[in-house]
């Protein structure tokens, strides 16, 4: 009898930790967000692209923190344009005219391309953990 008791606690556990597993790693994932800011171009014309890049260290305690020093690229039409290094907030900001642009993520060998018509924010929400 009480092997049968262990049993069927084995089997919850095993249950609730499948359930566990599948609902942290559905919710657990690297994310690029575009977001139009607002706003008027500056009297040039240019608008300004920010580019912040989070770093979630894991769904289990841990907290999204801003990666400062990360090289950002920027493209345009293909070709290389400008680069430059986030802040100690994970922030860039580019200023470029009206048009289709890639950004390259160097460190984490990623690429988003981003239209900007207006004042425009790119976040990258990096998983960590997540192989």
């Known amino acids: 009898m009480n092997h049968n008791i262990y049993l069927v606690l084995a089997l919850i556990v095993i249950i ?40 979630n260290y894991g769904p289990l305690g841990g ?27 994970g922030i860039a900001v580019f200023y470029v005219k009206p048009g289709n642009y890639t950004l390259l993520f160097t460190i984490f060998h990623l690429e988003r391309d981003v239209q900007v018509n207006g004042n425009t924010e790119v976040v990258l929400d990096y998983a960590y953990l997540k192989s």
Not at 20 to 44: C, E, F, Q, R, W
Not at 73 to 81: E, T
């Open 63 to 89: 907290g999204s923190k801003p990666l400062g020093s990360a090289n950002i690229w920027l493209y345009y039409n293909g070709k290389y344009l400008n680069q430059t290094l986030t802040n100690s907030s």
């Open 16 to 55: 609730i930790t499948a359930v566990g597993v599948y609902v942290t790693d559905s919710s657990y994932k690297t994310v690029i967000y575009v977001n139009n800011l607002g706003g008027d171009a500056l009297p040039n014309g240019d608008y300004k692209l920010v580019v912040k890049i989070l770093v």
